[in-house]
């Protein structure tokens, strides 16, 4: 049991995609914003939840979805509310585009609209 333990341990297990966050022209990180305004228990669900995608790429429903083309949400349920996190891959990175609280059932065409604006500066680069 203390060998398994101490292997365990002293593994190192590199994460499959890199995260970052995408940022404006202006230097604003958006995603980074949204999730300072969150309380710290909704923060790290949605942390632990990238997390997962991070070391466990690819994944699929329910915690990873495409949303069409290149536009992927990390879907994360908190206490009393659902968040979501649009990204892209960009080579081995995993790039935060856009994150909300969901009102609806379905994601709303202005929230997919902004990540994929974003997705545009982004290959504009």
């Given at each position: 049991m203390v060998l398994a333990y101490q292997f365990w341990y002293h593994t190192r297990v590199d994460p499959i995609l890199d995260v970052k966050f995408f940022t404006s022209e202006g230097g604003a990180?958006?995603?980074?914003?949204?999730?300072?305004?969150?309380p710290a228990v909704e923060r790290r669900a949605i942390g632990e939840d990238i997390?997962?995608?991070?070391?466990?790429?690819?994944?699929?429903?329910?915690?990873?979805?495409?949303m069409g083309g290149s536009v992927w949400e990390v879907r994360t349920r908190l206490e009393n509310r659902i968040a979501r996190v649009l990204f892209v891959?960009?080579?081995a990175a995993m790039v935060l585009l856009h994150g909300f609280i969901k009102k609806g059932q379905a994601t709303s065409a202005m929230d997919l609209n902004l990540a994929k604006d974003r997705l545009k500066q982004l290959r504009r680069g």
């Open positions: 990180e958006p995603v980074r914003e949204w999730l300072k305004s969150l997390k997962t995608v991070q070391f466990g790429w690819p994944l699929g429903m329910p915690l990873v979805r495409n891959l960009d080579g």
